[in-house]
């Protein structure tokens, strides 16, 4: 294991990684791992209320996750604040990506997958490719970015990638422990939804169907890929 962080988790919006991955963040965080968020866009977008400036529901939904990611045990959540519905394959943003690599160090990186079927949420396709293109080649490939390196960012192997939100999951995690934690995180989201019992019941069957064929009663379930060193 690296000398970094266990777990980097890399989130489209405000939301999406309490969604995906909070159980198992919160699992780590317990277990003595250092977890890290890193969310991509600033979520201003994310409302349908026209008295609500996007300037206003930025800031807000930075306190959320911030809120959010203290219940769980997270250690720090870093903002790079592109602008909601504006993900973009490119250098700028696959270079701030490999940055917090390099920083952290993680053995594990988490994300969406971007190969998800049919309907998808765009920067949720770009977060999951310009992620997965962030940890292998370029975060690891010395060349890659000479200015990371300029900035004391030695390249990184990152050992595993778990994607969540995939239609070809093989990993399903234990967070029997911790559901009550990934819906108190989840609460925090009151700008986007209320977390009502019908939500909470829906989110508890959920994790049961993610959990479906293990020996624990609640699960989140991704795709696993392993990265030689």
């Given amino acids: 294991m690296s000398d970094g962080v266990y777990l980097l988790v890399v989130s489209p919006h405000p939301d999406d990684c309490e969604f995906g991955i909070a159980g198992t963040a919160a699992r780590l965080a317990k277990e003595g791992k250092q977890v890290v968020y890193v969310i991509c866009t600033n979520g201003d977008k994310g409302s349908d209320d026209r008295t609500m400036t996007p300037e206003k529901l930025a800031a807000t939904r930075e306190k959320e996750e911030l809120a959010a990611a203290k ?26 990506l490999c940055r917090q690599i390099r920083q952290y160090k993680p053995y594990v990186v988490a994300t969406t997958d971007p190969h998800r079927k049919y309907v998808w949420h765009r920067d949720h396709r770009i977060c999951g490719l310009v992620t997965a293109d962030a940890v292998y080649p370029y ?6 970015y000479p200015q990371l390196i300029k900035e004391g960012l030695e390249p990184h192997s990152v050992r595993e990638m778990w994607f969540w939100g995939s239609d070809d999951v093989n990993l399903k995690l234990d967070i029997s422990d911790t559901i009550d934690l990934k819906f108190q995180a989840l609460q925090c989201h009151k700008t986007q939804f ?10 508890l069957d959920f994790a049961r169907m993610n959990a479906k064929g293990e020996s624990f009663e609640y699960g989140e379930s991704f795709h696993r890929v392993e990265l030689r060193p």
């Fill in 194 to 203: 209320n977390f009502n019992q019908q939500m909470r019941d829906r989110m």
């Fill in 71 to 96: 219940i769980l045990g997270v250690k720090e959540t870093i903002f790079l604040r592109y602008p909601d519905q504006q993900l973009e394959d490119c250098n700028e943003f696959r270079m701030d």
């Fill in 139 to 144: 975060a690891r490939n010395f060349p890659a």
